[in-house]
């Protein structure tokens, strides 16, 4: 067993040389493991996925992890062990699967031929997964890879755990967490999937909103009518869902299912002091998709709309003819699917009931209505009062030109779920990416910047829970 | 020139025997024009709908008439004059294409691949325009035959014309009867494509609703978003839609677009009392298609809602994700197709603009709305003291078990309004259509008797308007 090496400030400043020395070699490897098309959602790219696991698994194991791979019905999970005996110990997760490439026509170039590009906003990387996960999951990789190679081993018992189906709807993951869960619980989860705040502004996130999706179909005549033949008389479902949809929100945009706001905190004041100093531009935010005001909640900030309020969307609607010209159809059903993100505390399986109930009283004797349940998660919030998180925040705040944020984060991250729910453990949520990367979407990149000043911000976080 | 027929019964009854003994072949030249699949909303069947004008075209010359095909900016007209030389001259109007056939799975053979088939309620055609028009008009086209196939010519003076853009709203239309008024101009139009009151009650619908069609198009964000990243403070233009869909109506049914009541008469008494005498059982009418509930405005009968009220439907609505699954997308559009049939003077210009209005006044700062006109034609109530009316009426009591009645019409049939407004004739609207003949859904079909019996109807009119 190692020796945990020496955590001041002068054995981190070795270590962040090394990483500076070390760029150019770190930015092949990233390169290497970016020409592996680990697609996960296509089967057709299966055998790239399970060669994406091979690549790290073998890095790991070259930087003297116990590194392995767990087969799952879908791809595998690379799980490694570092070999540090002392102080705190953290489980790192990323993802090594990438999204499809379509519409390749979008791209300007290959998007497994990765490549450092100069553009007016600085250099980056250019690829799929560039971004999403690969480059950030790489840049925890070479932090450890610098403390081994200045120190001979790591400051804190580091496990890693990678999965290979994020972008799939990680359906092997909870099976995989529920019987590997002696071996995986750590005292933190580490997880590298996030933006920073600003391109100065790094943040942890610290509140995710949880999801429920729920279809309702509402089915009037058992067949689609002539509206000449039967208008007026005959009951029209997609008048019905209208009537639903719109009783949703009430004329300050607040949800109007009871007790939807039962379990939803108010911000602390510290907290919302902490938002109003990173000065959220709400003005360029939604100028960017050509929008002007926040259309939730009356009386909210754009900010808290985003990151600490909970929403009721409509995603999709449908009823009767849609196609070009027109039909005078009166349509048999009509059906919308809805989405609400959650915060607080609010209780995924109690709001699908209310949600139901409230659809159900709106439902005219002539109509029925059926429910189709699609995922449901809970908000995570976690307990910033663990010191590792001021710890975090003041190691971040030493690499960047801004103090780090403890943020919010609009968007579901299932696996921080997952962690608290069947590991029993937070999540310290940092990441690199900026709201440009182009996640998803042709021409992904990954700033040069977050590659390099985020494998040094790891390393100074790995100090920092050292000594926290 | 042809001598003009004798009319007396006799010479009818000869006729009648004639189509009576004729029917299988009429069968099979009504398969022939059902098996063209001349769909007029989609581009696609183009080709299809000038087949099915050429057909008609072709099948009139060979009876004798002078036949033309009239080319459109759409589908071509067929234009036809008969030979005889005396009597009131009669227009005979048909429309040969049909609606579009999808959900096609729901179709339990080809909706071009026509039949015979048995059910429990007697032997049916059935196909896609079975009912609508192309049964209907060969009810006419094939008493013409049997009339000419005895006695060498018909009783009356006949022009026909057949439109192939009936189901697109016609758009060809006006320009067409502007143009040619000299020479279709007749002292009565015939129209066939409405239905019976009951299968054993012949009707003469001398009201008719009727159309105004109007497409909304609401667009929020630029682009479709991310639900998690813009939830809530992204305007979510479904949202907005359908608070304006449910606005439409209020709790008793009525309308609340300002002024839409404005021009709507109340029944006379005399009407209502003949109404009442028909004995409509609106019970069995709704509960044919899963439905107890008239869902019209409150204190009014079902056979109000359906003849003499106006109404609001939505046709179709579609925004965002509407695939299998669920797709967290806070979509850029939102769209609905409206129409709402007119009685009495309302002015489908003037409803057009409070409508577009009563929208606008609902749009949020943050949405654009843009609007597609379709159709719009006014309602068109008949002079039923024309005295041939009544010696149609009479006629078609002769044929059916139960004595003919001047019924209202829920459908919009603009051909009336513009016979009347342009050609200033106006119609006798006979049809032999049956309440579950499917039109404009899966499975259309055109009872065996309403084509066998409405074939005997039109020869017994022929003789009935040339003695009138």
Chains 1, 2 share one sequence.
């Not at 990233?30 to 790290?56: F, G, H, Q, V, Y």
């Not at 004329?251 to 002091?273: C, K, M, W």
Request: aromatic share 8%; charged share 25%.
């Amino acid at each position: 067993m190692s020796q945990t090496p020496p955590t001041d400030d002068a054995a981190l400043a070795r270590v962040l040389d090394r990483i500076d020395a070390d760029l150019p070699a770190a930015l092949d490897r990233l390169k290497a493991l970016l020409r592996i098309p680990s697609i996960s959602t296509d089967p057709a790219w299966r055998e790239d996925c399970a060669r994406a696991a091979e690549w790290l698994r073998g890095d790991l194991e070259g930087l003297g992890f116990a590194a392995r791979l767990d087969a799952t019905p879908g791809h595998p999970m690379v799980v490694a062990h570092g070999t540090a005996g002392q102080g705190p110990h953290v489980l790192f997760y990323g993802h090594y699967d990438v999204q499809p490439v379509d519409p390749l026509e979008l791209w300007h170039r290959d998007p497994f031929d990765p490549a450092v590009e100069d553009t007016p906003a600085g250099r980056v990387i250019r690829a799929r997964g560039a971004a999403d996960d690969k480059g950030q999951l790489m840049t925890f990789v070479e932090a450890c890879r610098a403390w081994i190679a200045e120190h001979g081993s790591l400051p804190v018992r580091v496990s890693i755990l990678f999965e290979g189906e994020e972008e799939s709807g990680s359906p092997s993951l909870v099976p995989y967490l529920k019987a590997k869960g002696d071996e995986l619980k750590a005292d933190l989860a580490l997880i590298c999937d996030t933006g920073m705040f600003d391109p100065q502004t790094p943040a942890i996130s610290t509140m995710l909103r949880g999801l429920l999706g729920q279809e309702v179909i509402i089915t009037g005549p058992e067949r689609d009518l002539h509206s000449g033949m039967y208008g007026g008389a005959a009951m029209n479902p997609a008048r019905v869902l209208a009537r639903i949809l719109a009783d949703l929100h009430d004329d300050e945009g607040r949800i109007q299912v009871p007790g939807f706001y039962d379990d939803v905190p108010e911000l602390s004041d510290e907290l919302r002091a902490q938002w109003e100093r990173l000065g959220f531009d709400a003005e360029a935010f939604l100028g960017a998709v050509g929008l002007k005001h926040p259309a939730g909640e009356k009386g909210r900030t754009a900010l808290e709309m985003l990151w600490s309020r909970p929403t009721c969307e409509i995603n999709g609607m449908t009823a009767g003819y849609t196609g070009a010209g027109f039909k005078t159809v009166l349509p048999s059903k009509a059906s919308a699917k809805i989405s609400f993100r959650l915060v607080g505390r609010q209780d995924p399986a109690k709001l699908r009931a209310a949600f139901q109930d409230f659809v159900r009283a709106r439902v005219p004797a002539d109509c029925k209505v059926e429910f189709v349940n699609h995922s449901a998660g809970p908000a995570s919030v976690m307990a910033t009062d663990h010191p590792a998180f001021e710890a975090a925040r003041r190691a971040l705040s030493d690499e960047w030109p801004r103090e780090a944020a403890f943020v919010g984060c609009g968007g579901s991250i299932p696996i921080a779920g997952y962690f608290k729910t069947i590991l029993g453990m937070d999540s310290l949520l940092v990441g690199f990416g900026r709201d440009d990367d182009q996640l998803h979407s042709p021409n992904e990149k990954y700033d040069l910047e977050s590659f390099h000043k985020g494998t040094r911000s790891w390393a100074r976080i790995l100090a920092a829970l050292a000594r926290a």
